[in-house]
């Protein structure tokens, strides 16, 4: 069997359709050697593994790590952390707020979607939703208008009604800006590594421009290898990162068979991704 590296994938702590565990055993099974859980926002999957037994992790290299949702004022950035100490106070103490104002942004949210789309979301459905463990975003909010029969598909859902309304308010909620997350990642002893570049819509210049200034931050790395990259984006972001001699990182973003059944751990979409090595990893390993 052919061995590959997934560093970004998501369990049931943030919006991922399996469990930290099932996942280790899915990496296993799929000639993973190396894999690195990155929930949104929340390390407490990686606490669920660590407080599991070691024999979980037997055969598969784990390194902890996490997605920071970075707030900028065009597209999506998110910044990932990797072999952070999930223990650490500082990170532990932001992301405690991080979920409070989530949970208040999905709020909002709902009232908006009622308010725009003329749909109900039942009282005792809200109060379950808000209950869950895990750390809450649109793609809960997703998952109900399934079960509440206003879409088959989360894509569905995000197309028709959680895209608009979140450009409302998208500006209104703090945030943690990406300095901020960058400082977050480093001061818990990781690696911070700029998410699937993609989602920010910039040019190539102005995302240079960018990854100049993040460096001066403390970035020091950039996700090349993604399972939405096209080729030709591959290839121009591993020149700039390159370039800018910042770390090479990649993975499929798996979430699973309910959020994004079009992508499959290690292998991505229609066996785009199949990653045997990365410039990260050899940092990592020094």
Known sequence: MDEFIDLHMHSTFSDGDKTPRELVQMAREKGITTMSLTDHDTVNGCKNLFAQNIQTLEGVRFIPGIELTAKVSKGRMHILGYAINVYDQALNERLQKEDQE??????????????????TFPQEEVDTLLKQGHNLGRPDLAKLCIKLGYANTVSEAFEKYLIAPYEKIRGV????????????????????????????????????????????????????YHSSHSFEERRRYLEIARNLNLYVSGGSD?????????IEMGSGKNNNLKIKHLSLLDHLSR
């Open 102 to 119: 989530n949970r208040e942004k999905l709020l909002t949210l709902i009232h908006l979607v009622e308010k725009d789309y003329h749909l």
């Open 173 to 224: 909620y703090k945030g943690i800006l990406p300095e901020e997350g960058i400082a977050l990642i480093l001061g818990s002893g990781g690696v911070p590594v700029l998410a699937h570049p993609y989602t920010l819509e910039l040019s190539d210049n102005e995302l240079t421009s960018l990854l100049i200034d993040l460096k001066e931050k403390g970035l020091m790395g950039v996700e090349v």
């Open 254 to 262: 798996y979430h699973g068979p309910v959020t994004k059944p079009y």
